[in-house]
């Protein structure tokens, strides 16, 4: 049987292949071309848009969580973008690895395939080959026979096939470099692309950007108690507590979940594993779940793309790992490579991967982050080369690499404010900078002991101290008199002024008792090595007079402060900010000796050294001002007290601010002066005040604040028996 006969092909060489489906065919010089076998269904090359089914085409997968919480108003943001006819609509949906963008992008893509539109279809995008792949599969889910086609030309089909509908909805995941799309970008005009991102890179030209941010802990705990199944109001603190050391991240909140929910173990249990082994719990799936991602997995891969695009990258990351998760002043890390372009360039690349937060002033890095990055290996030692940080920590070769936490702690200690800690126009510096000094201390192995550890930590507490709060400052002064005892042994100069730094802390928090043989040892070692004539001598002198007089040993300190004042006059002069503490101090014991008018002249000449030296606006002289007030106080002279404390309560207050012990102090002097004058109705709100404060940063049963206490409720008695004011 003969079947149609194929026309002559037009042409001197031409060849029709008629219905020669397969084998070879041979034509002009030699030529010969192999002939692939394609079998075309019935109708095989009509148009896929002529299916009805072709709206429900898609390839998504299945939400890995029922559990979506938190993210309504960028849901419903995406949800608003225009679906056809508004050009490219291009939504980058950017954050670090596992805020939850994928997950986001896919909720929006399952309910724009449950509304009936056109096809979805889901392309992982982290490279060019992986797209071209994903829209063959395109291609051959709109019609089998492009199965078989080459991959380039699939896709090249799926991409006309789009162009020509509306309705439609592509999904590029986790793209790395927006450069390949941007041509694609350019002809999908006529349906919604969206884009998930962990690359800062500049999407703006190409649609909306949308930041992802960490849940809010109320979403983040009801991510936890919807996983878990736990409601109680107990199990609600813990979970919360939970949620917080997981920084609020989706993927962290997913895994712990599934985890506790798989094991039926106490979320109490799993936190304090996370914080004892976080590296490992980070690393572990729920059970039955090896394919599940892990936040430690997931931000390894991303540490290795750094460190093989700029090691200089990873080295601040590692640096950063050791501060807290709060803004850090960049110019804090601008010693820590070679030049700040190097900075500048590695803090843009942490920040195209979403590793950091980065403003113009700050960079910040997710708490989680910090953990597994304390908690890896850390890396080889980079290539000998010279470095400030290296002679800073007088490591012994060239080509050793200093640990990242010694890195953090002498970066931090460059970036101090010259002059004194409790000097308040260095404060403003501080501020951002303490939550980083305090993370720093916390993460520094004190096995490992180093001076300029004990120099950071030292400062700090001494700062800390200065703010009021002396119970932060307590182990921060401990760990630094143990690193210079061990790094300078107990003889030397330095470890006297740990001593007493160490036991005026005590005796702020009323540890007198405690504070005692560290000012006694911290006065024997001065004079044995500085000598008796040397102002470190007359500051231990006065530390240790100030201990005996609040024990109520008046007479064995009265000698040591009067050699304290000596001192400090002979080495320093009799004008210097120091000399009139000496005599401030030396006018207490005499007051507290009931010697008043004996301390009268050693306060005046004290706050007119203080104002003259360190300005009328100064904490000092809130003090100086009111030490006087209570000296003419003693002496009866109430009418010439009151403005003093007055103004003593206004410094304190614009300087230190209301929560503060000096604050606190000011409040009951002025109380007590106002009662002195029979204006009882006046001094109780002040002496409330002088009680809340106290309680707050001394704590209930601090002696300061059983004194205020007791004058609070002598003035109760005093108002509810008649004011006598006029």
Known sequence: MTGPQTPPAPGERSVAVGGNTTGPVVTGDRNRVEQRTVVLPEGGLRAAVEDGSVARVNNLPAPDSAVFRGREEVLAELERLPSAGAGIVAQSVLGMGGVGKSTLVLHHAHRHRNNGGGPVWWLDAEQEEQVTAGLAGLAAALDPVHAALPLAEAAQWAVTWLQGRTGWLLVFDNVEDPAPLRPLLGRLTTGQVLITTRRDLPWQDLGTTVYLNTLTPPAALAVLQDLTGRHSEDDAAVLAELAGELGHLPLALQQAGAYLAQTRAHPAAYLERLRTDPATTLAVAAPGDPHQRTIARLWTLTLDALQEADAGAVELLRILAYCAPDPLPRDVLAPALPDAHAVDQALGLLAAYSMVTLTRTTVTVHRLVQTVLRTTTPPPAPPPRPSWLRRLLRCPRADTAPHPSAAALSLLYLALPPGSPEEVSGWPRWQPLLPHLQAVAAHHDDTRPHPQAAL??????????????????????????????????????????????????????????????????ALTTAETTLGPDHPTTARCLSNLAHTLG???????????????????????????????????????????????????????RALAITETTLGPDHPATATRLGNLAVTL????????????????????????????????????????????????????????????????????????????????SHLRQMSAGGDDSP
């Open 456 to 521: 950071l930590l030292g400062e700090t507490g001494f700062h800390l101290r200065a703010r009021g709060q002396a119970a932060s400052a307590l182990p921060l002064e401990e760990r630094a008199l143990a690193i210079t005892e061990t790094t300078l042994g107990p003889g030397h100069p330095v470890t006297a002024l740990r001593l007493g730094n160490l036991a005026a802390t005590l005796g702020e928090l009323g540890r007198h008792t405690d504070a005692l043989p560290l000012a006694e040892r």
């Open 633 to 712: 106080g003693e002496l009866g002279r109430h009418t010439d007290a009151l403005p003093l404390a007055e103004r003593a309560l206004t410094t304190a207050e614009t300087t230190l601010g209301s929560d503060h012990p000096t604050t606190a102090r000011c409040l009951s002097n002025l109380a007590h002066t106002l009662g002195d004058l029979g204006r009882h109705t006046d001094a109780l709100p002040l002496a409330e005040r002088a009680l809340t404060t106290a309680e707050t940063t001394l704590g209930p049963d601090h002696p300061d604040t059983a004194l205020y206490r007791g004058s609070l």
């Open 550 to 604: 609040e024990l109520g040993r008046h007479t064995d300190a009265l000698p040591l402060a009067e050699r304290a004042l000596t001192t400090a006059e002979t080495t320093l002069g009799p004008d210097h900010p120091a000399t009139a503490l000496r005599l401030g101090n030396l006018a207490v014991m005499l007051t507290q000796l009931g010697r008043h008018t004996d301390a009268l002249p050693l306060e005046e």
